[in-house]
């Protein structure tokens, strides 16, 4: 389903200020030490704020570009880049502060690491 990269991704992306609110779907991951990740099914009586407790959220690619437009940010270019040393896929934001670029070894984890990124930097511009 995910790659462990990605969890790490996620957790970045909350330490980075990603709110979750928990929807049925979500793709998740269990903070307890379960090693897999799973669907959302049903919240076992949990409240949003145990949820995120209990579980990180895997945002999908879809959700991430979400998140991207919210903050005024545009999806520039999303690709595979190949050449003689590189074999990865790239990400380019176009963001109010100025470009956004990551590379990862898959799309997800290449959106993942430019959402964190414009995070971080519009955070660090308000302070």
């Known amino acids: 389903m995910s790659s ?4 790490e991704i996620a957790h970045h992306l909350e330490d980075a200020g990603l709110l979750w609110k928990p929807e049925i779907g979500d793709e998740i991951f ?17 409240t949003p704020p ?3 407790d209990t ?3 895997l ?17 520039f270019h999303a690709g595979l880049e190949l050449n003689d040393h590189t ?16 590379e990862a070894l898959s799309f997800r984890e290449s959106l993942g690491l430019a959402l964190r990124d414009l995070l971080l930097f519009r955070d660090n511009e308000l302070h």
């Open 55 to 57: 579980y990180i959220w």
């Open 50 to 52: 145990e949820l995120r």
């Open 30 to 46: 269990n903070r307890k030490g379960a090693e897999n990740v799973s669907v959302l099914v049903d919240t076992g009586g949990l």
């Open 4 to 7: 462990v990269q990605f969890v």
């Open 59 to 75: 945002p999908t690619v879809e959700q991430m570009v979400i998140q991207i437009e919210v903050r005024q940010a545009i999806l």
């Open 87 to 102: 074999y990865c896929y790239k990400t380019v934001l176009q963001a109010p502060q100025g470009p956004i670029e990551s």
